[in-house]
């Protein structure tokens, strides 16, 4: 099993005392299967995607990545993770805004030391990104920004691809390509692709959906 | 409207509480250090022109005589031959410098109260009252005279009629010179004719204690000023901040409909009341800073130039609004084109905040023509040279330009080092540090201007340091200096002192005019020590041989440049005309000397004996002769000077001097410091966005901590290495330019690269410490904060 998430659990800090955001979630991914996770805002989809991440820690229950679980592992060990095994794409992008778009697709591949020249230039070949490798992000479009987000993630070739409404800053048709390419290209690497949606749309094109309501799912 | 405007405007502090402080903090310690520089110097100008009030020094022509003493007889004669003269007779006298002088003769506005006064100055007549300040007066133990508190009276100084100052100072008939009244009867008697062994001086224009001192107050201003810059870098930055974090207010207030004029006009009135209460808080602190600086300001003044100043603070209006203006003018200048950039700001700006951090290509461009335009003037200056001002313009230019130039060079070298980066973390870590560059750079250039300051005062410190422990070791070469009496105590002293040592060098001289300006003439006898010590710095062939056979005399550095002399040319030492054959350094000495041989000397000035000797002799025999001296001679301790004793009076007189440049530096340095910590902590909030994406890809906090100090440490070496040769150029410009033009002498300079390791450390040490906070703020940050940064709710 690629990912095994049990009675996980999380809640932030109100002004009324602790606001429980995850009440108990239980789900399971295999390598190269698509999930998308929708529900409504604030239905806890972005923090169940930041803990399965190891972005964050839960207050209870476990996430097991490849039978490793995160919890039990020290702030470095989790940066490993991070680095070697899980890809994040984020709406914002995230891109680093200091490097050239050649350096940031193959960034986080560089901190893994898996990088693969050939497989990154196939990347941004098939992202439409080749003339644009020497430029820096704010020179892209909005979807030309993503599409390099996107390269990034996937020239690490992780084994978990998270990706937190990755087209919601883009128009209707650049989304179906973004969307398009990745689920080819998590196809081509195995990889898993956990994606959060308000899109019902884009939801049907995964290959199965969980739907959260108040931190549970529905 | 304008209520609801100011509310909006102003909950910007109260969410940014770190910035208003920074604002405030930069702001007060900028005033801090100004106001603190300004109170000491109106201070000691205040000192001076009481001195100068009190004794009209300076302003009226003076009859001296070569050995010090006019005989009262002189005077009489002088006065029956229609000489319109006034006796002054000076002298010290338990610490205090005791002043007599003639109510009736003086001339109008000596004295310390209106002597028009009949009253007063029958009073002062018949029963000596002595004035001067409490603490004079106090120091005085001279019995049974009344004492007046004036304060208008010099600091260390007691000023009564010449009859009780002879008394006090037991010199009967005795006095120190005559002024000469600027009416004099068309017809009197030549002063050669009536008292040939006296001497004329005109008024003097350039020797006196204010011009002096001037150069010295000139230096403390330009670091105080120094310090204001590195301040108000700060506040700039904090300013410029505060505008861009408001944009999105501004603008929404403006597409509500509040007025473009108000707007600035409440934004000038808060930045009004910021800054009055910065400059207030400022004007405080600058008070602590002068009051630790005065005493050792007293003491410099004192032993350099014998300038004595009050040693206590007094709050002086003009003083403290001039600090509250420098205040409100800094601000206003610092707050200028962020003003300007609201005014010019249309509607539909967007309403997001700029990145503060960016910085446009044109910009650049225009700061790097800036620096070198400022760059290449003081270049030109320093080739112009001729006056102090343009000395300190070049300094300013100097200054300005490599601050501009700092973040220019700085991105080149960023630049240079992200290209040949091969890991890719070694690639990112310069292209981030480039990124930060502009948000860093007021606090580096804050940095470069206190490093170079340092560099370039302790280089000119150390470098003057050495030459004067040079020059005391070759001057002071007498193992013992004996003081007469008087002549007939010098001539027994000189018989009883030849068999006993090695030779007695006799240490004697008169002042005199030599090329229009103010002069010692000294004769020294033909002897070793002489030739062996006192080194040229240029000199004739054969130039000691000349000067001992009498054909001719060396100069002062002072004196040469001051009268445009060179070897060869010819000065007139008492009616006789003398080829320069010898130009000799003098540090520290305020005025012209021209050293002639003795026999020369005597033929000159036959009337003028020596009553100082130095004494050759092993040193380990100074103190028997010293004891003996005491006991056959009842020679008192003061009239022996063993050389030790001297060096080490003299390097004491010299460390104060710079006592308070050092802490200046000191102030400066740390204030630097401060801006780094300042930006750092505001760039850390900023930088949030752009560290988290690294984050999320598998670096931890703490080595995000970690390269956020090596990114410190990084840029303050890069800094420290342009701050070095910076400091060098000033200290050259301190030496070559400033000081010739200020004292009259050049300085050779030593490197010290020592010194300037130990610098680099300490200010890479100071990038270190305000790093700490902010890599450790980082390195702690919770991953939710880490993790709004991607929220889409955000």
Redesign the interface.
């Known amino acids: 099993m690629l990912l095994r998430v049990t009675d996980l659990h999380k809640s932030f800090p109100g002004p009324d005392g602790p606001l429980p955001i995850l009440r108990g979630i239980d789900l399971e991914m295999r390598a190269g299967e698509t999930l998308a996770l929708t529900g409504e805002s604030g239905s806890g989809k972005s923090t169940l995607l930041h803990l399965v991440g190891g972005l964050d820690l839960p207050d209870s229950g476990t996430v097991a990545l490849d039978g490793t679980d995160i919890g039990a592992l020290d702030d470095a060990g989790r940066a490993r993770l991070r680095r070697d095994q899980v890809g994040v794409v984020f709406q914002q992008f995230n891109l680093i805004p200091s490097l050239t778009v050649a350096s940031n697709i193959s960034f986080q591949a560089r901190l893994g030391g898996t990088e693969d020249p050939v497989w990154t230039e196939a990347l941004a070949h098939r992202m439409g990104l080749a003339d644009q490798l020497a430029k820096y992000p704010e020179q892209l479009s909005g979807g030309q920004q993503q599409r390099v987000a996107i390269a990034r993630t996937l020239a690490a070739k992780p084994r978990l691809i998270l990706a937190d409404e990755p087209t919601g800053n883009l128009d209707e048709a650049t989304a179906d390509r973004v969307l398009a390419l990745m689920l080819e290209l998590a196809a081509e690497t195995d990889a898993g692709l956990l994606m959060v949606t308000h899109s019902q749309r884009l939801a049907a094109r995964m290959g199965r959906e969980l739907h959260l309501r108040a931190g549970r799912i529905a | 409207m304008t209520r609801a405007g100011l509310q909006a405007l102003l909950s910007h502090w109260r969410r940014n509480p770190l910035q208003l402080f920074t604002l405030v903090v930069g702001l007060s310690l900028a005033t801090a250090l100004w106001s603190g520089v300004q109170a000491v110097n109106a201070e000691a100008r205040a000192s001076y022109d009481a001195a100068a009030e009190t004794l009209g020094e300076g302003r009226y022509a003076q009859i001296t005589a070569p050995g010090g003493v006019i005989p009262q007889d002189r005077y009489i004669a002088l006065r029956r031959a229609g000489w319109r003269v006034s006796p002054v007779l000076e002298g010290r006298l338990d610490g205090v410098r005791v002043v007599g002088f003639d109510p009736l003769t003086a001339p109008n506005g000596f004295g310390p109260v209106d002597l028009s006064d009949n009253a007063l100055t029958l009073d002062v007549l018949l029963n000596g009252v002595l004035f001067g300040t409490a603490e004079a007066l106090n120091r005085l133990g001279a019995p049974d005279v009344a004492r007046v508190v004036s304060a208008q009276v010099a600091p260390s100084m007691v000023l009564t009629d010449v009859g009780t100052a002879q008394e006090l100072l037991q010199a009967d008939g005795q006095l120190s010179r005559l002024i000469v009244l600027p009416e004099q009867p068309i017809r009197q008697r030549a002063l050669a004719e009536v008292a040939p062994d006296l001497t004329l001086r005109a008024p003097q224009t350039g020797g006196d204690v204010a011009q002096l001192t001037d150069s010295f107050h000139l230096n403390l201003t330009a670091f105080g000023l120094l310090s204001f810059a590195v301040g108000i870098f700060i506040v700039h930055g904090a300013i410029g901040l505060a505008f861009e974090q408001r944009r999105p207010v501004i603008r929404t207030l403006r597409a509500l409909g509040f007025p473009l004029r108000r707007l600035i006009a409440l934004i000038a009135a808060e930045l009004l009341v910021i800054s009055l209460l910065a400059g207030t808080i400022g004007v405080g602190l600058g008070y602590v800073v002068a009051a630790a600086l005065l005493p050792d300001v007293a003491a410099t003044l004192d032993g350099l130039y014998g300038a004595s100043i009050s040693g206590t603070l007094q709050l002086r209006p003009d003083w403290w609004l001039s600090g509250l203006a420098i205040a409100v003018g800094g601000t206003a200048l610092a707050a200028t084109s962020s003003l300007w950039q609201l005014a010019q700001m249309p509607l539909l700006a967007s309403a997001r905040p700029r ?1 503060w951090a960016m910085q446009s290509g044109a910009r650049r461009l225009w700061q790097a023509g800036a620096a070198a335009g400022l760059l290449g003037l003081a270049v030109a200056l320093s080739l112009v040279g001729g006056s102090l001002l343009l000395g300190f313009a070049m300094l300013a230019a100097l200054l300005i330009g490599a601050a501009l130039a700092l973040p220019v060079i700085l991105d080149r070298v960023l630049a240079f080092g992200a290209a040949r980066a091969r ?3 070694a ?2 870590f310069w ?2 540090t ?2 930060q560059l502009p948000g860093l750079s007021l606090a580096l250039m804050a940095l470069l201007l206190a490093m170079a300051a340092n560099v370039g005062v302790s280089t000119m410190v150390s470098s003057f340091r050495l030459t004067f422990t040079g020059f005391l070791d070759q001057r002071l070469a007498s193992e013992l200096y004996v003081y007469a009496d008087d002549a007939e105590q010098a001539a027994a002293l000189a018989a009883y002192l030849a068999p006993r040592v090695d030779q007695v060098l006799p240490i004697q001289s008169v002042d005199q005019q030599v090329a229009g300006l103010p002069a010692e003439i000294h004769g020294p006898a033909a002897h070793e020590t002489y030739r062996a010590h006192w080194l040229f710095l240029q000199e004739a062939p054969d130039a000691w041989p000349r000067i001992e056979a009498g054909q001719g005399a060396a100069i002062n550095e002072q004196l040469a440049r001051r009268g445009g002399l060179s070897i060869g040319d010819e000065i007139t030492v008492a009616d006789r005309r003398l080829p320069v054959l010898g130009i000799y350094g003098d540090y520290g000495n305020p005025i012209g000397q021209v050293l002639v041989t003795a026999t020369l000397f005597a033929e000159l000035f036959p009337a003028v004996r020596a009553e100082r000797f130095g004494l050759r002799m092993e040193a380990g025999d100074v103190s028997a002769l010293a004891e003996d001296l005491r006991d056959d001679f009842g020679l008192a301790e003061d009239n022996m000077i063993d050389q030790a004793q001297l060096k080490a009076f003299s390097l004491e007189v010299f460390d104060r001097t710079f006592t308070v440049t050092a802490a200046l530096n000191v102030l400066t340095l740390a204030v630097a410091g401060f801006a780094i910590l300042m930006s750092l902590l505001t760039l850390a909030t900023m930088r949030l ?2 560290l ?12 995000l901590g970690r390269i956020e100090i090596l990114r410190a440490v990084l840029l303050a070496l890069l800094t420290a290495v342009l701050a070095l040769p910076l400091g060098l150029a000033l200290a050259w410009t301190l030496l070559a330019v400033v000081n010739v033009e200020a004292f009259g002498w050049r300085l050779p300079m030593f490197l010290f690269p020592l010194d300037y390791a130990r610098l680099t450390v300490f200010a890479v040490l100071a990038a270190v410490l305000a790093a700490l906070w902010p890599a450790r703020k980082l390195s702690r940050t919770r ?2 904060e ?2 709004k ?6």
């Open positions: 990145a890991s890719v973390m690639e990112w292209a981030d480039r990124q966005p752009q988290a994406p690294v984050w999320a890809q598998g670096l931890t906090r703490a080595r991953p939710s880490l993790l940064v991607f929220s889409n709710e955000r």
